[in-house]
């Protein structure tokens, strides 16, 4: 029916709608098919459909009273080491959020595939820049899940 390639955080993928019927799309990324369930109906040929990609949220600013401390350099929400998924999949739990310490070995999310629950571990230790997802969203192999900084 219609090809599309978008490039979605550094990571190309190749989409093809084969069939779409009311809210049901048959799709196949990267020569793996899905069926996806829409949540609201398109009529083909009328519109085209959109990827959105969502925005990193800002660390936030964290402060003593007590003492005063070398601030260390600023880290832009989004920068530092990238989390990825290891395999296509649907984000079953977010353990941590914008601002957690982590240490390498934390488990940051569970990702749900294949039946099978794989906790994606933290590979360096640092503070949490971004949280890229949320349970219930489905991830493609590659997609950045968290950024440790």
């Not at 049901?24 to 899905?34: D, Y």
């Not at 925005?55 to 600023?74: L, N, R, Y």
């Amino acid at each position: 029916m219609a090809k599309y390639e978008y490039k979605v955080q550094g990571v190309d993928y190749e989409v093809d709608i084969e069939e779409v019927e009311g809210t049901l799309a048959k799709v196949t990324v990267n020569g793996i098919k899905f069926d996806v369930e829409l949540k609201t109906p398109i009529s083909v040929g009328k519109q085209t459909p959109k990827h959105v990609a969502k925005k990193p949220v800002a660390a936030p600013v964290q402060g003593s009273m007590e003492k005063p401390q070398e601030k260390p350099a600023p880290v832009k929400a989004g920068e530092g080491t990238k989390v990825v998924s290891p395999l296509p999949g649907t984000i079953t739990s977010v353990n941590v959020k914008v601002g957690d310490a982590v240490a390498v070995g934390d488990s940051v999310v569970v990702l749900e595939a294949m039946k099978m629950q794989n906790s994606i571990e933290a590979e360096t230790a640092g503070t949490v820049t971004s949280v890229m997802v949320a349970v219930g969203d489905s991830v493609m192999e590659g997609a950045v899940l968290v950024t440790i900084a």
